[in-house]
């Protein structure tokens, strides 16, 4: 069983920061990998950033510049660091891990940016 923890959502200003962590914990060796997805009230869930255990990145042409994806593999925690936020963020925000090729996600972290 893996259980994925999300914490540092919450109501910002546009232009602000704010910085989500996500904690893996259950019985597994290691996780490849990690990252974060979001949804838009009426939207699909679309992917925002990935890192791989190596820490090769992948991110959304619409947060590149702006989203900084990290992890600790010590911790089993993947953290999105997201500057110059706009309205157009406003979502819930997903954990995402593989193990051996398997998916799991977390419940959900409200992020909502004011204009």
């Known amino acids: 069983q893996v259980q994925l923890v999300e914490s540092g959502g919450g109501l910002v200003q546009a232009g602000g920061s704010l910085r989500l962590s996500c904690a893996a914990s259950g019985s597994f060796f290691s996780i490849n990998l990690m990252g974060w997805y979001r949804q838009a009230p009426g939207k699909q869930r679309e992917l925002v950033a990935l890192i791989a255990s190596g820490g090769s990145t992948n991110y959304a042409d619409s947060v590149k510049g702006r989203f900084t994806i990290s992890r600790d593999n010590a911790k089993n925690a993947v953290y999105l660091q997201m500057n110059s936020l706009k309205p157009e963020d406003t979502a819930v925000y997903y954990c995402?891990?593989?193990?051996?090729?398997?998916?799991?996600w977390g419940q959900g972290t409200q992020v909502t940016v004011s204009s």
């Open positions: 995402y891990v593989t193990i051996l090729d398997r998916p799991y």
